[in-house]
Each structure stands twice: as C-alpha cells, then as structure tokens.
C-alpha cells in the first residue's frame, strides 16, 4: 500500500522526464543535508551529483542558506559541463525552504528551468 508521499512522487514524476538536451535535475532532502542530481532519463545515467557534503567550506547559519550555496555550486558545476537547461524535480516535496532555497540558487547560478 502506498503512503500519500509516495502517491505524490510517483504523480509528480510521471509529468516529468529529463532528455539530453534537458536533463532532469532531481532533489532529495535528509534531516541534515541535502543532495541534488542532474539526470538524463533517455539514457538512465547521472551526468551530475552533489550534496553539501561536497562543499569544500563549511558554511554558517540557517540549512536554507546552507541549501541556496548548494544550489549555487550545482549550477557552477552544471555550466562546467555545459549544462544550462534543467526540469526541477521536487520529488514528493513542498515548493518551500530549503527546495525552493536549492532552487534559487541554481537559478542565480545560471540555470534555466
């Protein structure tokens, strides 16, 4: 039997899947960090990965901020690699906090959604 989150990522998902040209950018969040993939769903392959545990410096205050420098080191990674277009996958969360913090930071980094 599936719970309510799973009804809902399993929704979400389904509107939504990532090609070369526009790889999905998908988004898990723990209690303490959180992680962010850029995925190409043609091919099944992770073209990029990182949590806050990739930040070489530790950064103080909120998980929000905390969540938009990751946002801001995922998109400076993504043009690395020439990546400027996603599709944000917020899974079976909210658009609010530390998601929509991650995603305004991908934003200011460069990134298109």
């Not at 009804?7 to 979400?12: A, L, M, P, V």
């Not at 400027?84 to 969360?93: A, E, L, P, Q, T």
């Not at 998601?99 to 959604?113: D, H, P, S, T």
Request: aromatic share 6%; glycine share 10%.
């Amino acid at each position: 039997m599936l719970g309510r989150k799973e009804i809902r990522k399993k929704r979400i998902r389904a509107k939504i899947k990532g090609t070369s040209q526009r790889p999905r950018l998908s988004v898990f969040r723990s209690n303490k960090l959180i992680y962010a993939q850029i995925i190409n769903d043609e091919k099944g392959d992770t073209i990029l990965g990182v949590s806050e545990k990739n930040i070489d410096k530790k950064v103080s205050g909120s998980k929000i901020d905390q969540a938009k420098i990751l946002g801001l080191f995922l998109a400076k990674k993504a043009t690395a690699k020439k990546i400027k277009n996603v599709i944000f996958d917020r899974g079976s969360y909210k658009y609010h906090g530390r998601i929509k913090a991650l995603a305004e930071g991908a934003r200011e980094g460069g990134l298109v959604f």
